[in-house]
């Protein structure tokens, strides 16, 4: 159990919002352990998005941040992933003007 939520879990906000408009809509789990099971209004209210918003543009904001400053996709990934994590110095990113 010391591993859960050692990662933050994020995806594209539109894609996110579309998959529970279609878990909303049929008031069962569609994804992970609870597949199958009905949905709990506590989860449907989950399911509006907003905690999950949040944590989606903050994956989001620090995948960017990573690609600004030079890291691969594959570095860029697992840095937005990380939970506390300062940015790693790497080689040239963007240039700014």
């Known amino acids: 159990m010391a591993n859960y939520n050692t990662e933050r879990r994020w995806t594209t906000p539109s894609k996110r919002a579309a998959s529970y408009v279609e878990e909303r809509r049929a008031k069962v789990h569609q994804h992970g352990q609870k597949e199958g099971q009905p949905l ?32 691969s996709k594959s570095e860029a ?6 939970k506390g994590t300062k940015l790693p110095v790497k080689k040239g990113g963007k240039k700014s003007a």
């Open 40 to 71: 709990s209004d506590y989860e449907a209210g989950l399911r509006s998005g907003y905690l999950q918003c949040q944590s989606d543009h903050a994956g989001l904001f620090r995948y960017k941040q990573a690609m600004d400053a030079g890291l």
């Open 77 to 82: 990934k697992k840095y937005s992933r990380e």
